[in-house]
């Protein structure tokens, strides 16, 4: 195809750009990665060899269609493109050039449990898990947390002395951390700059720009040095603020490079008009937002919208899954995964999945970020690992500390401590204390968590496949229900336990999503929602608490920046449809749960011997304008459409 075809307007402008760097504003739905895409079909045909050229994008599954989209493009050479994130660049890149050696780092991944054992390790040190985590992401942006800041090493004594010690406990347990694959990229190439660990490359084209925080930022413009460098992204599409992204870094970008060629691409191709026009209003309660940013394709026909209530979460799963189904089979032939339902909290996407399965509806949940908070998913993980590499010492430091409120911090640093003191394993410091060979005072719940460990790892012994992950999370249990699912299919293929493990870390800390031609029904977070697009898209649990979530105990202007993202997240889950859009909502939940979920209630009441949470909707519901409808029941909305 010549790159030129069918192109016209800003998307046209944007593929043509002779000048170099190129910078790109472009909404939702406007045809941004065509344009970049035509414009490495034009570097192509100018004779650019395929292997000097680098199109990076934030997820894994915006790199997976990137390429596919590259493959497309039916150039000669597009297929050896290099399409990836920064973080899986950054790995591959350090790992083949034994940078992890250097640096006395190891490439083995922490998950979600076990650095919630690192931050109780670090806690009393640090002021608490609170402040650890905030000081986690903080070293994850090379300590810059402002858009003004120098990506690089601390300057705070603080952060120097919580580097040190985050350090030494990592090198300690053999791990790292998924986030510092780029500030450790960035700083040995600071303090190496002839290494040469990275490619050289002559065209570098980034997608997503606003999702990258100051050190991915300055990795790009190192990785751009001598190369041609295309920049697009979005500021209103800015949602990853815990991770120090900002909506100034592509604000600024021509500001901070001389001489930069801007372009805009306003015109929505994705949404429908009622749609652009409720998403331009939602945005219009932001000042400091970038106004009007799109506008709606001429000859389009309007969406579908509706904004139902339901007394319960059980109503709302059993409405929506109704709706959902009666759309599928009015639409005889359009594919399931043209469908995608996105909330807030998994607990209001998990009951909609349970809800389609019993219709008989293939639907997957990709909530993976919260597959291993039960403690029971945990240990079936931390098992699973200890299986594989029983003198994994992460995995060992998380089971021991699995369980207990303080995940036996004190016990464990005596363990630790004796460990390396006489240059053994912790594992065998609880051997020899089971043999009663050597004494350490306050160990017995952490000898008993040993016990433990060695009796399920016996009962372990040979199992693979399914078995084997039904010995590791019980079926009976709800709270496993989708680590389990993920294990399940993985298992089918990898039976053996070192491949099952290999493969579901990767599931877990890597996730692709199913595209829309799919046969599963997509169900997840609104911030995995960013690329995705389908004909018909649900938020469910749009109630205030939960969307917006906005934390009390930071200061007023913390909680204004925190309030913009949200309705930032917002905007991005409402212009994913190209039919239909439904925002749900429910009016009250049982207390525990929305405590557990972090939805703090409106009022609370009791009925019937329970303690409820009363619950509104989403305020910015009402932010929509007067193109949303009203709200309506849901049992009304059931009886008028006829599902």
């Given at each position: 195809m010549p790159w030129r075809e069918g192109l016209e307007g800003a998307q046209l402008a944007i593929a043509a750009e002779p000048g170099n760097p190129v910078h790109v504003l472009a909404g939702p739905g406007t045809g941004k990665t065509l344009a970049m895409m035509r414009r490495v079909a034009r570097l192509l045909a100018e004779g650019m060899d395929p292997q000097e050229i680098l199109a990076v994008s934030f997820t894994r599954t915006a790199a997976r269609d990137l390429k596919e989209q590259l493959r497309r493009l039916g150039v000669g050479g597009a297929d050896q493109v290099t399409a990836t994130t920064l973080h899986s660049l950054c790995f591959s890149a350090l790992l083949e050039d034994a940078v992890f050696q250097a640096t006395g780092r190891r490439p083995r991944p922490l998950l979600s449990y076990e650095i919630d054992q690192l931050t109780t390790d670090l806690k009393k040190q640090f002021g608490g898990k609170r402040e650890v985590a905030k000081l986690l992401e903080a070293y994850e942006a090379a300590w810059a947390r402002l858009q003004h800041e120098v990506a690089g090493a601390p300057q705070q004594q603080r952060d120097i002395d919580f580097e040190a010690a985050l350090?030494?406990?990592?090198?300690y347990h053999r791990a790292m951390l998924i986030g510092e694959l780029v500030p450790i990229a960035l700083r040995f190439l600071q303090a190496n700059p002839h290494a040469g660990v990275l490619p050289?490359?002559?065209?570098?084209l980034v997608d997503e720009y606003q999702d990258l925080n100051k050190a991915d930022q300055t990795l790009v413009?190192?990785?751009?040095?001598?190369?041609?460098?295309?920049?697009?992204?979005?500021?209103?599409?800015?949602?990853?603020?815990?991770?120090?992204?900002?909506?100034?870094?592509?604000?600024v970008f021509p500001d901070d490079h001389p001489g930069t060629c801007s372009h805009t691409i306003e015109e929505c191709r994705r949404c429908p008009p009622n749609i652009v026009t409720m998403s331009n209003a939602l945005l219009g309660h932001d000042p400091l937002a970038r106004q009007t940013p799109l506008r709606s394709q001429a000859g389009r026909a309007a969406a579908s919208v509706y904004v139902v209530q339901h007394p319960s979460i059980g109503d709302e799963a059993d409405t929506i899954a109704a709706y959902v189904d009666d759309y599928l089979n009015r639409r005889n032939g359009l594919p399931p995964g043209q469908v995608l339902i996105l909330s807030p909290r998994r607990i209001f996407g998990n009951a909609i999945r349970d809800a389609l399965i019993r219709r008989r509806r293939n639907a997957l949940s990709f909530f993976w970020e919260d597959a291993l908070d039960a403690v029971s998913a945990a240990e079936g993980f931390c098992l699973l690992t200890l299986l594989v590499s029983p003198e994994d010492r992460a995995a060992y430091r998380a089971w021991?500390?699995?369980?207990?409120?303080?995940?036996?911090?004190?016990g464990y640093a005596r363990i630790r401590g004796h460990a390396e003191e006489h240059g053994i394993e912790p594992f065998d410091v609880c051997e020899r204390l089971a043999r009663d060979e050597i004494e350490v005072r306050y160990?017995?719940?952490?000898?008993a968590k040993h016990d433990e460990?060695?009796?399920?790892?016996?009962?372990?012994?040979g199992l693979q496949g399914t078995p084997l992950v039904n010995a590791l999370w019980d079926p009976a249990d709800p709270e496993t229900l989708t680590i389990r699912l993920a294990a399940g299919a993985v298992a089918a293929d990898n039976p053996e336990p070192t491949n099952l493990y290999q493969r579901l870390v990767e599931v877990i800390t890597q996730p692709e999503l199913p595209d829309s031609a799919g046969d599963v029904i997509r169900i997840m977070s609104l911030h995995k929602a960013k690329g995705l697009t389908a004909?018909?898209?649900?938020?469910?649990?749009c109630v205030g608490g939960a969307i917006p979530t906005v934390d009390t105990e930071l200061t007023p202007a913390g909680q204004d920046l925190e309030l913009r993202e949200q309705r930032r997240l917002f905007y991005v889950a409402v212009t994913r449809p190209k039919d239909t859009l439904v925002l749900s909502s429910v009016t009250q939940m049982p207390l525990a749960q929305a405590l557990r979920a972090n939805i703090p209630p409106l009022q609370v009441r009791r009925s019937s011997g329970e303690t409820y949470a009363r619950l509104a909707a989403s305020p910015f519901i009402a932010e929509l304008g007067a193109t949303c409808p009203h709200a309506i029941r849901g049992s009304d909305w059931r009886v008028a459409l006829n599902f």
């Amino acid at each position: 195809m010549p790159w030129r075809e069918g192109l016209e307007g800003a998307q046209l402008a944007i593929a043509a750009e002779p000048g170099n760097p190129v910078h790109v504003l472009a909404g939702p739905g406007t045809g941004k990665t065509l344009a970049m895409m035509r414009r490495v079909a034009r570097l192509l045909a100018e004779g650019m060899d395929p292997q000097e050229i680098l199109a990076v994008s934030f997820t894994r599954t915006a790199a997976r269609d990137l390429k596919e989209q590259l493959r497309r493009l039916g150039v000669g050479g597009a297929d050896q493109v290099t399409a990836t994130t920064l973080h899986s660049l950054c790995f591959s890149a350090l790992l083949e050039d034994a940078v992890f050696q250097a640096t006395g780092r190891r490439p083995r991944p922490l998950l979600s449990y076990e650095i919630d054992q690192l931050t109780t390790d670090l806690k009393k040190q640090f002021g608490g898990k609170r402040e650890v985590a905030k000081l986690l992401e903080a070293y994850e942006a090379a300590w810059a947390r402002l858009q003004h800041e120098v990506a690089g090493a601390p300057q705070q004594q603080r952060d120097i002395d919580f580097e040190a010690a985050l350090l030494d406990w990592l090198r300690y347990h053999r791990a790292m951390l998924i986030g510092e694959l780029v500030p450790i990229a960035l700083r040995f190439l600071q303090a190496n700059p002839h290494a040469g660990v990275l490619p050289a490359y002559r065209a570098v084209l980034v997608d997503e720009y606003q999702d990258l925080n100051k050190a991915d930022q300055t990795l790009v413009d190192v990785l751009g040095t001598n190369a041609s460098l295309t920049i697009v992204g979005d500021d209103n599409q800015s949602i990853y603020r815990f991770r120090h992204a900002n909506p100034d870094g592509i604000r600024v970008f021509p500001d901070d490079h001389p001489g930069t060629c801007s372009h805009t691409i306003e015109e929505c191709r994705r949404c429908p008009p009622n749609i652009v026009t409720m998403s331009n209003a939602l945005l219009g309660h932001d000042p400091l937002a970038r106004q009007t940013p799109l506008r709606s394709q001429a000859g389009r026909a309007a969406a579908s919208v509706y904004v139902v209530q339901h007394p319960s979460i059980g109503d709302e799963a059993d409405t929506i899954a109704a709706y959902v189904d009666d759309y599928l089979n009015r639409r005889n032939g359009l594919p399931p995964g043209q469908v995608l339902i996105l909330s807030p909290r998994r607990i209001f996407g998990n009951a909609i999945r349970d809800a389609l399965i019993r219709r008989r509806r293939n639907a997957l949940s990709f909530f993976w970020e919260d597959a291993l908070d039960a403690v029971s998913a945990a240990e079936g993980f931390c098992l699973l690992t200890l299986l594989v590499s029983p003198e994994d010492r992460a995995a060992y430091r998380a089971w021991l500390g699995l369980g207990d409120v303080d995940g036996n911090r004190a016990g464990y640093a005596r363990i630790r401590g004796h460990a390396e003191e006489h240059g053994i394993e912790p594992f065998d410091v609880c051997e020899r204390l089971a043999r009663d060979e050597i004494e350490v005072r306050y160990s017995r719940k952490v000898l008993a968590k040993h016990d433990e460990l060695k009796g399920r790892l016996a009962a372990l012994a040979g199992l693979q496949g399914t078995p084997l992950v039904n010995a590791l999370w019980d079926p009976a249990d709800p709270e496993t229900l989708t680590i389990r699912l993920a294990a399940g299919a993985v298992a089918a293929d990898n039976p053996e336990p070192t491949n099952l493990y290999q493969r579901l870390v990767e599931v877990i800390t890597q996730p692709e999503l199913p595209d829309s031609a799919g046969d599963v029904i997509r169900i997840m977070s609104l911030h995995k929602a960013k690329g995705l697009t389908a004909e018909l898209v649900v938020i469910a649990g749009c109630v205030g608490g939960a969307i917006p979530t906005v934390d009390t105990e930071l200061t007023p202007a913390g909680q204004d920046l925190e309030l913009r993202e949200q309705r930032r997240l917002f905007y991005v889950a409402v212009t994913r449809p190209k039919d239909t859009l439904v925002l749900s909502s429910v009016t009250q939940m049982p207390l525990a749960q929305a405590l557990r979920a972090n939805i703090p209630p409106l009022q609370v009441r009791r009925s019937s011997g329970e303690t409820y949470a009363r619950l509104a909707a989403s305020p910015f519901i009402a932010e929509l304008g007067a193109t949303c409808p009203h709200a309506i029941r849901g049992s009304d909305w059931r009886v008028a459409l006829n599902f």
